[in-house]
């Protein structure tokens, strides 16, 4: 049962990092002035990307604790949209546009965290015996 520990774990550090990700790219998005200013020279696209992500985390980290086999697949989504995005913004970056070095670092810290939810919750989640029917219907 170590895998399941440790999905348990990660669930419930998706869903603070989730909340989180709400609370800051709410404030980023719709805070007062002083707030849109302290994000600096942001990428909308990956602002607003990583602010939608946020509900995704709430909802892959209350669906790894319920241990739903959803929750890996959309872990793993995360993981490639993250990637996604990142390849975007990476050319956003080569092409001269302006960005915050702290970008980097975050798009990095959810990539990864997400490749390793999804590979520790594919191992103890997906690969597990499906229920027996229940014999109703």
């Avoid at 399941?4 to 990700?21: D, E, K, Q, Y």
């Avoid at 790219?25 to 020279?41: K, Y």
């Avoid at 980290?61 to 793993?76: E, F, H, K, S, Y």
């Amino acid at each position: 049962m170590k895998h399941a520990r440790s999905v348990r774990i990660l669930a419930v550090v998706g869903l603070a990092f989730g909340v989180l990700t709400i609370a800051s790219g709410a404030r980023a998005l719709f805070g007062d002035a002083a707030a849109r200013a302290a994000v600096g020279n942001a990428v909308p696209y990956v602002l607003w990307f990583n602010f939608l992500a946020g509900f995704a985390y709430v909802a892959a980290g209350i669906g790894l604790w319920w241990t739903q086999r959803w929750a890996v697949v959309l872990a793993a989504m995360l993981a490639l949209a993250t990637a996604a995005i990142a390849t975007a913004f990476g050319f956003h970056v080569l092409g001269g546009g302006a960005y915050e070095m702290r970008t980097v670092g975050a798009l990095a810290l959810r990539f990864g965290f997400w490749v390793v939810v999804s590979v520790v919750a594919w191992r103890s989640l997906a690969r597990r015996t499906p229920a027996a029917p229940s014999g109703l219907g």
